[in-house]
């Protein structure tokens, strides 16, 4: 039972342009979501995160949008760069457990 | 920023032996490090959360016979596969969440182990 899910296990974009990355879940009972950036060969990263008593938040060229009535988040990088190229994974949790969905890769094409 | 690392990166090993994976934070002391472990194209499926000097708590559909989590100190956390067949083939990560931490994102990842059962 994947609690949360990454649709899209790529997204290509040019240098400059918005990058949107989605992730759906299906447990009600979740209350913190976050984004995490994974490197080949490195662990993931915190990148960002949301409570759930909220429906943005904006760190720089990161923000992370919620929809709880669709249980669907999303980040928005803008303006893209190719170093954003990585694996980016979101999570949720409702505790100390971390539910991560598969990830999904992203290309920034200079 | 805190560095959590892990020890081997890599490993081949025959069917049957036991396998032991070492995380440590570097800078810092962590009372609960967590296990991860993720297939190709997969999300990272928590295994076990260790606490140090107690038990291991482990996910349901996880055999803590056969990976063995000890949490020694603050700064180190070991993942023993023991009897490690073909299937357990995978990518194996650790995290460890800063003493005291309140929030999710205090909790930093190691590189991960990439374990082949030959």
């Known amino acids: 039972d994947q609690q949360v899910k990454q649709n899209s296990p790529s997204l290509s974009v040019q240098e400059g342009r918005i990058s949107i990355l989605n992730c759906d879940y299906t447990?009600?009972?979740?209350?913190?979501f976050l984004w995490y950036k994974k490197y080949p060969a490195e662990g993931p990263t915190f990148l960002i995160s949301?409570?759930?008593?909220?429906d943005k938040n904006e760190d720089g060229r990161f923000t992370v949008f919620l929809n709880k009535s669709a249980k669907h988040l999303s980040l928005h990088i803008v303006p893209s760069q190719p170093g954003d190229s990585a694996v980016y994974f979101c999570?949720?949790?409702?505790?100390?457990?971390?539910?991560f969905g598969e990830g999904t890769q992203l290309t920034v094409n200079p | 920023g805190a560095v959590v690392s892990q020890h081997p990166s890599r490993v081949i090993c025959k069917s049957g032996t036991s396998v032991k994976i070492e995380c440590r934070s570097l800078?810092?002391?962590?009372?609960?490090m967590f296990w991860y472990r993720q297939f190709p194209k997969q999300s990272l499926m928590l295994m076990a959360t260790?606490?140090?000097?107690?038990?291991?708590?482990?996910e349901q559909g996880v055999e803590k016979d056969k990976f063995l989590i000890n949490h020694a100190s603050l700064t180190l956390s070991t993942l023993t596969v023991t009897s490690a067949h073909p299937e357990d083939s995978s990518f194996y990560i650790c995290?460890?969440?800063?003493?005291?931490?309140?929030?999710?994102?205090?909790?930093?990842f190691g590189p991960g182990t990439r374990l082949l059962v030959l």
């Open positions: 995290s460890a969440r800063v003493s005291g931490g309140r929030y999710q994102e205090t909790q930093y």
């Open positions: 447990n009600s009972m979740f209350d913190y």
């Open positions: 949301i409570s759930s008593i909220k």
């Open positions: 999570a949720a949790t409702s505790g100390s457990r971390l539910t």
């Open positions: 800078d810092f002391q962590a009372t609960t």
């Open positions: 260790s606490n140090e000097g107690s038990k291991a708590t482990y």
